[in-house]
């Protein structure tokens, strides 16, 4: 069985735009069998397409010149209508400019291509691009669609009601998930030693061809070191001098490798919300992960050998990832807050004026426990009033009331329902 990605009918939905499809995501994420998936569909729908990879010695004959490929598709596709898919597409030079040329011609065909985070790094496509392409990003397997799979879509579209009921079972699919994280080739093996094999193979390949041939960094292993100290300071705050002295590299060197690691969807940085500067951290930022399957291999750890603060952070970590998911589209961006008094809130949600904090906790509430609002939420609802404050949990559902800020206890699940309003 094949797991189903969300981008699909996105994507889908866009053959009828003229405009190129880029999909850019982490390198073995899914982007080449979503665009196999989108040439079926087009196929069985009897429209003519041609499947092109930079990867294909072959094929990269056909990218010697623009006019070298319009003569590939023209003996492919004729001059009439049809789709044109290039994958590792960060392999040509000036892919942007390359393709623009076309695109200005009003030729009869529809691009879609794709390429590691490392397109944007390698050749500026935006601005080539500018006005001539749609983004679509494509990242491992959400947890959504990681339990879809694993349930053999048998509750899809009542993925909260499902975990709400069947709590031991979803308990062992969310340790799963901590555990190995979303990447397809990992979600599909059954064996935990092939999992790992799996997870090896895709770092050992994201270091060799994204941040040695592609970036062409002079310090892999200084990099690799950083991944490692990075995955050992999950949700803390980033102290660039400390690990410039613990990688042996000066500042600036980190602060240039930590970008290419959010680049190319490795890490993701959350910025802090401040308005008081004199009282709140205003510069320093939390590091997070995208793959905690990818975080917890690069430290040499299983979810089972960490410490329950531990569990914690990387439970904040897949709470972090599901809001995102959650605010996509939205103008809502997601940020943290802390005093240099050491007061701090996991995340803040913000946009223009309203702010809305949120705290994770790995654990269950009961009747003894369930007021016990955290001291630093409690004086962040002081400070900012806001109208709404979140405790997202394992398994409770709870509102209390605390001056006019409503505060209310969620599920983890919760954020999978699409009919859950956040705001």
């Given at each position: 069985?094949?797991?189903?990605?969300?981008?699909?009918?996105?994507?889908?939905?866009?053959?009828?735009?003229?405009?190129?499809?880029?999909?850019?995501?982490?390198?073995?994420?899914?982007?080449?069998?979503?665009?196999?998936?989108?040439?079926?569909?087009?196929?069985?729908?009897?429209?003519r397409?041609?499947?092109?990879?930079?990867?294909?010695?072959s094929?990269?004959?056909?990218?010697?010149s623009?006019?070298?490929?319009?003569?590939?598709?023209?003996?492919?596709?004729?001059?009439?209508?049809?789709?044109?898919f290039?994958?590792?597409?960060?392999?040509?030079?000036?892919?942007?400019?390359?393709?623009?040329?076309?695109?200005?011609?009003?030729?009869?065909?529809?691009?879609?291509?794709?390429?590691?985070?490392?397109?944007?790094?390698?050749?500026?496509?935006?601005?080539?691009?500018?006005?001539?392409?749609?983004?679509?990003?494509?990242?491992?397997?959400?947890?959504?669609?990681?339990?879809?799979?694993?349930?053999?879509?048998?509750?899809?579209?009542?993925?909260?009601?499902?975990?709400?009921?069947?709590?031991?079972?979803?308990?062992?699919?969310?340790?799963?998930?901590?555990?190995?994280?979303?990447y397809?080739?990992?979600v599909?093996?059954?064996?935990?030693?092939?999992?790992?094999?799996?997870?090896?193979?895709?770092?050992?390949?994201?270091?060799?061809?994204?941040?040695?041939?592609?970036?062409?960094?002079?310090?892999?292993?200084?990099?690799?070191?950083?991944?490692?100290?990075?995955?050992?300071?999950?949700?803390?705050?980033?102290?660039?001098?400390?690990?410039?002295?613990?990688?042996?590299?000066?500042?600036?060197?980190?602060?240039?490798?930590?970008?290419?690691?959010?680049?190319?969807?490795?890490?993701?940085?959350?910025?802090?919300?401040?308005?008081?500067?004199?009282?709140?951290?205003?510069?320093?930022?939390?590091?997070?992960?995208?793959?905690?399957?990818?975080?917890?291999?690069?430290?040499?750890?299983?979810?089972?050998?960490?410490?329950?603060?531990?569990?914690?952070?990387?439970?904040?970590?897949?709470?972090?990832?599901?809001?995102?998911?959650?605010?996509e589209?939205?103008?809502?961006?997601?940020?943290?807050?802390?005093?240099?008094?050491?007061?701090?809130?996991?995340?803040?949600?913000?946009?223009?004026?309203?702010?809305?904090?949120?705290?994770?906790?790995?654990?269950?509430?009961?009747?003894?426990?369930?007021?016990?609002?955290?001291?630093?939420?409690?004086?962040?609802?002081?400070?900012?009033?806001?109208?709404?404050?979140?405790?997202?949990?394992?398994?409770?559902?709870?509102?209390?009331?605390?001056?006019?800020?409503?505060?209310?206890?969620i599920?983890?699940?919760?954020?999978?329902?699409?009919?859950?309003?956040?705001?």
């Open positions: 069985m094949k797991i189903k990605r969300e981008i699909f009918d996105d994507l889908k939905s866009h053959l009828s735009k003229k405009e190129i499809s880029v999909i850019v995501g982490p390198r073995q994420a899914g982007k080449t069998t979503v665009m196999q998936e989108l040439r079926k569909y087009l196929q069985s729908q009897g429209e397409t041609l499947f092109l990879n930079l990867d294909w010695e094929d990269k004959l056909h990218f010697e623009q006019e070298a490929l319009l003569k590939k598709i023209e003996l492919e596709l004729g001059k009439k209508k049809g789709y044109v290039i994958d590792e597409v960060q392999r040509k030079e000036n892919i942007g400019i390359f393709l623009k040329g076309i695109y200005d011609k009003s030729f009869p065909y529809k691009f879609i291509i794709s390429g590691s985070g490392s397109i944007e790094l390698k050749e500026n496509i935006k601005e080539s691009l500018i006005g001539r392409k749609r983004l679509f990003t494509l990242l491992p397997v959400s947890f959504k669609e990681f339990l879809n799979f694993k349930t053999d879509y048998k509750f899809e579209n009542s993925e909260a009601k499902y975990l709400e009921i069947e709590k031991i079972k979803g308990e062992t699919l969310l340790m799963e998930y901590l555990t190995y994280g979303g397809p080739r990992v599909t093996e059954v064996l935990t030693k092939d999992k790992i094999i799996q997870i090896d193979e895709i770092f050992k390949s994201y270091i060799e061809k994204d941040i040695v041939f592609l970036l062409r960094l002079d310090r892999p292993d200084a990099f690799s070191t950083l991944i490692k100290l990075l995955s050992s300071q999950l949700g803390r705050l980033v102290e660039y001098s400390n690990l410039a002295m613990n990688v042996s590299l000066s500042v600036p060197t980190i602060k240039k490798y930590l970008w290419y690691a959010e680049k190319t969807f490795i890490v993701k940085a959350i910025s802090p919300f401040f308005k008081n500067a004199k009282k709140e951290i205003v510069k320093s930022r939390n590091i997070y992960f995208y793959d905690l399957g990818l975080r917890n291999y690069s430290i040499g750890i299983k979810v089972t050998d960490v410490r329950q603060d531990e569990l914690g952070f990387l439970f904040q970590n897949f709470v972090l990832n599901l809001l995102e998911k959650k605010i589209l939205t103008p809502y961006s997601i940020k943290f807050w802390r005093t240099k008094d050491k007061a701090e809130v996991d995340f803040v949600v913000q946009a223009s004026n309203e702010v809305i904090p949120i705290e994770v906790k790995y654990q269950e509430f009961n009747k003894m426990n369930l007021s016990m609002v955290p001291r630093s939420l409690r004086t962040f609802i002081n400070k900012y009033s806001p109208w709404k404050a979140y405790i997202v949990n394992l398994n409770t559902h709870k509102e209390i009331q605390i001056n006019s800020t409503v505060v209310e206890y599920p983890y699940y919760y954020l999978l329902d699409n009919e859950f309003e956040l705001f």
